[in-house]
């Protein structure tokens, strides 16, 4: 069966929880959250009308499903209680909702994976629309690929490898497209061929007014660069993406295990390997907390095991600490991708079981971020992990194709990054507010050695400055694009461009 998503953050450091015509494509998102404003108190929207005008079912409370039905990733926000669940299937289906709920002051979300890592598309007493029904993957022969807003990672996975091609994305396998790309999207392939967002060609996006538009580079230009790293819930509701692919090369997937006590040694050489790297190798470094900390490096890489060997034996030697196990496999495009999702073993079906079947893996957890910018003390790094408990600091190497870029060149800033840092914690909701000063105090302890950046898909509600954090000089393009979009601000949210 899967393994649940502490686990193969832990084994393996990954990270995980947003129509083309012509020479212009098509993107779609999912939005987290939004408030629609008025002045003066307004009745809500007539549900029963929204009910029959939707191609899709809606769900209130009291309907049989609603249960399920309203639940995001994050079991920590189990008790938000939208108002309604709208099953959208179409663009047209996501403009009757927002038809019906615009003006009535009720939170709006578009929902694909569900995995906002602090519950924003489960908007309490607000609106869902739930796209999972949209999660069509079509490959066509000019090597892009069309992928509806609710399609989740590993459907992509499978259905680009049928067809021999490759996208680079996250390892979660039952995150969605949608958040991921609007986020920027960050996965084990990045270095080589850049981030998800690098590779949208278009998208077909409604607004807060209810238009379908389409965002490429020759058709609403400001809203495509905006919706490549701006992060899901600011602009509208990306209800279709267009992506270009890749061939898809035999890759191959490793694994080293450190003994106690040698994490500073480790991180101070892995910091340097990944800066010297060549693209085709994506690693990750695993610091799990404890009395010392314990250390993991995986990673991919693309290409066969006898020219990946040589750069594992070059860490080895700088990290002067044999580690206690070393794997290394070679596998097709997939077969990696199951891999790091931590579903090898598992059918297509079983890596991304369904709400619907009730087998859907779920979690309780706090997580936040920082963006390494340079190589940071590898001894005081290690310091903050030191005598804490259920802590892991997650390092994501980026570099290579990521940089090649300027960082205006989309909405993603952290061109220049090193790695991003995932700081994440399992807990429980009488454990939260413990589990949240401690990841808390690992954020802030990084921040003090120089890693001042975030990644907005790792959105968290307590961190300073947290627009600048996100988006860097960035954030005030992605302002006027949000007013622009959306003028009346009926997709904003506690952190919204929008808000910042």
């Given at each position: ?20 015509s012509?020479?212009c494509?098509e993107?779609?998102?999912a ?24 191609a ?17 990733y ?5 008790g938000l ?57 079509q ?18 996975y ?34 080589k061929?850049?981030l ?18 389409t ?8 809203l495509?660069?905006?919706l490549r ?13 267009t992506?270009?692919t ?12 450190f ?16 800066a ?7 690693s ?30 070059q ?7 044999q ?17 790091m999702?931590?579903?090898a ?11 619907e ?7 309780a ?14 001894q ?8 804490r ?8 190497s980026?570099?290579?194709a990521?940089?090649e870029?300027?960082p205006?060149?989309t ?10 840092a ?13 589990a ?5 105090a ?7 050695l120089?890693?001042t950046?975030t ?10 400055d ?15 694009v ?19």
């Amino acid at each position: 069966m899967t393994i649940d998503r502490r686990e193969f953050l832990a084994a393996l450091g990954l990270g995980g929880a947003m129509v083309v015509s012509g020479a212009c494509g098509e993107v779609a998102r999912a939005a987290t959250r939004g408030v629609a404003r008025s002045a003066a108190p307004v009745p809500p929207p007539d549900w029963s009308a929204l009910k029959a005008r939707l191609a899709g079912r809606l769900l209130l409370p009291g309907d049989q499903g609603y249960g399920v039905a309203r639940l995001g990733y994050n079991e920590l926000y189990d008790g938000l209680l939208p108002a309604a669940v709208a099953r959208c299937t179409s663009a047209a289906d996501v403009r009757t909702c927002l038809d019906a709920a615009r003006g009535h002051g009720v939170p709006i979300a578009a929902r694909s994976g569900g995995h906002s890592y602090l519950g924003y598309s489960v908007p309490n007493g607000g609106l869902v629309m739930d796209l999972r029904a949209m999660a069509q993957v079509q490959v066509r022969s000019d090597g892009t690929v069309q992928v509806g807003a609710g399609a989740r990672l590993i459907e992509v996975y499978a259905a680009l490898a049928q067809a021999g091609r490759l996208l680079p994305a996250g390892s979660c396998p039952t995150v969605g497209v949608s958040g991921l790309t609007l986020g920027g999207g960050i996965g084990v392939l990045t270095r080589k061929y850049g981030l998800t967002c690098d590779r949208l060609v278009s998208a077909e996006v409604v607004t807060a007014d209810s238009r379908v538009l389409t965002a490429s580079e020759c058709s609403e230009p400001d809203l495509y660069w905006a919706l490549r790293g701006g992060g899901g819930g600011n602009f509208g509701v990306v209800t279709r993406f267009t992506f270009s692919t890749e061939p898809a090369p035999a890759l191959t997937v490793f694994a080293l295990r450190f003994p106690a006590g040698s994490a500073a040694s480790v991180v101070g050489a892995w910091q340097q390997w990944v800066a010297d790297a060549p693209p085709e190798l994506w690693s990750n470094c695993v610091v799990s907390s404890g009395t010392p900390p314990t250390l993991r490096v995986g990673g991919c890489y693309v290409g066969a095991a006898d020219a990946l060997n040589p750069l594992l034996d070059q860490l080895i030697a700088a990290a002067a600490t044999q580690p206690s196990s070393r794997t290394v496999q070679g596998k097709n495009y997939l077969d990696a991708m199951k891999y790091m999702a931590g579903c090898a073993n598992d059918t297509i079906a079983q890596c991304h079981p369904t709400f619907e079947g009730g087998r859907l893996p779920r979690e309780a957890f706090v997580a936040v971020s920082r963006v390494l910018n340079a190589p940071l003390d590898a001894q005081r790094v290690v310091q903050l992990m030191t005598g804490r408990t259920g802590v892991d600091l997650l390092l994501d190497s980026l570099g290579g194709a990521v940089s090649e870029l300027a960082p205006d060149e989309t909405a993603f800033p952290h061109r220049s990054a090193l790695a991003s840092a995932q700081i994440y914690a399992s807990t429980t909701p009488a454990g939260k507010a413990a589990a949240t000063a401690a990841v808390d105090a690992v954020r802030d302890g990084l921040a003090a050695l120089g890693a001042t950046g975030t990644y907005v898909n790792y959105i968290d509600a307590s961190l300073p400055d947290w627009g600048t954090a996100y988006y860097g000089e960035n954030l005030p393009r992605l302002k006027a694009v949000s007013r622009q979009y959306d003028p009346d601000q009926v997709f904003t949210f506690p952190q919204s461009v929008a808000s910042a």
